[in-house]
């Protein structure tokens, strides 16, 4: 590139950086600074958003800028990755957030522009880029977990429409999902060749939802039964018997979200130095005194900072269509620092990390708590860490099974 042409791509991006900023100054309502992670939450469960939420998620939307390089024709951004990155640094800047998100924006949405039809993009794409639906993963069933291609959720072809019988479970957000991307079986004298991609509305009659209430106290997952559930054959993403390969796309898009920015999964952000000296005995130049804590302390922030840098590059590459292999080992690290990060956290606060509730409990030593045990399934869900090792070892390494 020329000088000449660097110099008007630097005035083109400092054009929209002022512009991005007049935006924000006219839109985000200041009231929903530093209200990120309680958004996310709110994602993923049945809390009614306050009126400052639902007009920051309808101007965000309306620009298309909480999918910000989805294509115009769909309402999304349309913008470049540099443009997306200005976006971002000045939303940040701004103390602003993305209300636009779920499984929609994380994992369907990418894979839906990839591989559904015009009608379907039109159908579907719109709706999710202004935040308006919320979808679930039809995926692991009671025998088919780390083997998912053993699945026997059957779609048997009836004319006009599939009729679907089968369990699902860890359905992640089912009882408030409006659409579920599934995965069903088509043919079943094959295995990975017999398995087609299936959008199902969840008011379909004959969709039971039963929530499962797990260790920390939450309910984020279902089970999910279908019973002669009729779906359209138009709502067949793909070649019949070809979901296979639509469906390990979508799981590199799951990485790499999971693996980044994501709150649920990375846990709390407290700032273990201040964390540390509210409930540790410092040294006279206001240290942890305890400097073996000290030292892991400052590892762990170092390796959770260097991480974020790379994860947050990864996440911009998978929105631009460069997702790889890679989100395999990010979900492995992602998990281990979460894991790390919520074991520090109890081991500071001592016996006051470890209450479940009543009184002399604070709400970030209960927080604690439940972090320390719902993070323990961070390395099963989204792919357990023992299959992205074997994905590591064969797609990024280039090792072959023993023959």
């Avoid at 369907?108 to 639906?133: A, C, M, N, S, W």
């Avoid at 990060?341 to 006051?352: C, D, H, P, T």
């Avoid at 719902?374 to 860490?385: D, E, R, Y």
């Amino acid at each position: 590139m020329s000088s000449a042409a660097m110099a008007d791509s630097a005035g083109t991006l400092d054009d929209f950086r002022q512009e991005v900023r007049d935006w924000l100054s006219a839109n985000f309502p200041k009231s929903l600074m530093g209200q990120a992670e309680v958004a996310a939450a709110a994602l993923e469960s049945d809390a009614t958003p306050t009126p400052d939420h639902e007009r920051w998620r309808k101007a965000m939307g309306a620009k298309g800028w909480g999918t910000p390089t989805w294509p115009k024709a769909y309402g999304g951004g349309g913008l470049g990755r540099a443009e997306a990155r200005v976006l971002q640094e000045e939303m940040d800047r701004a103390g602003a957030w993305n209300p636009i998100g779920g499984m929609g924006v994380m994992m369907f949405g990418p894979t839906l522009l990839e591989y559904g039809d015009e009608e379907q993009k039109q159908r579907h794409i719109p709706p999710i880029v202004r935040g308006e639906v919320r979808w679930c993963q039809g995926y692991s069933e009671p025998g088919a977990g780390s083997d998912l291609a053993s699945l026997q959720t059957s779609a048997v072809d009836k004319g006009k429409h599939f009729l679907v019988n089968g369990q699902k479970t860890w359905t992640s957000g089912g009882q408030w999902a409006d659409w579920c991307f599934a995965l069903v079986r088509t043919d079943t004298r094959k295995k990975h060749e017999g398995i087609s991609f299936l959008l199902i509305d969840m008011k379909s009659p004959g969709i039971e939802v039963r929530p499962i209430r797990l260790i920390s106290g939450s309910s984020p997952f279902c089970e999910t039964f279908f019973t002669d559930v009729e779906v359209p054959k138009e709502n067949l993403v793909g070649p019949l018997n070809e979901g296979w390969s639509i469906g390990k796309r979508l799981l590199r898009f799951e990485r790499s979200e999971i693996s980044g920015d994501n709150p649920a999964v990375v846990g709390t952000l407290w700032s273990f130095s201040e964390l540390a000296k509210s409930y540790r005995d410092t040294d006279d130049e206001g240290r942890i005194a305890d400097s073996d804590l000290r030292g892991r302390i400052i590892r762990h922030e170092m390796r959770n900072r260097a991480f974020a840098m790379t994860a947050r590059r990864v996440m911009l590459e998978s929105r631009a269509g460069g997702s790889s292999a890679a989100t395999s080992v990010l979900k492995n690290v992602s998990a281990a620092l979460a894991q790390e990060r919520s074991e520090l956290a109890v081991e500071i606060m001592g016996m006051n990390g470890l209450g479940w509730g009543g009184e002399g409990f604070s709400d970030i030593e209960l927080d604690a708590t439940r972090q320390l045990l719902s993070l323990k399934a961070v390395t099963i869900f989204g792919g357990t860490s023992e299959i992205q090792n074997n994905v590591i070892a064969k797609r990024i390494l280039g090792m072959l099974d023993h023959q």
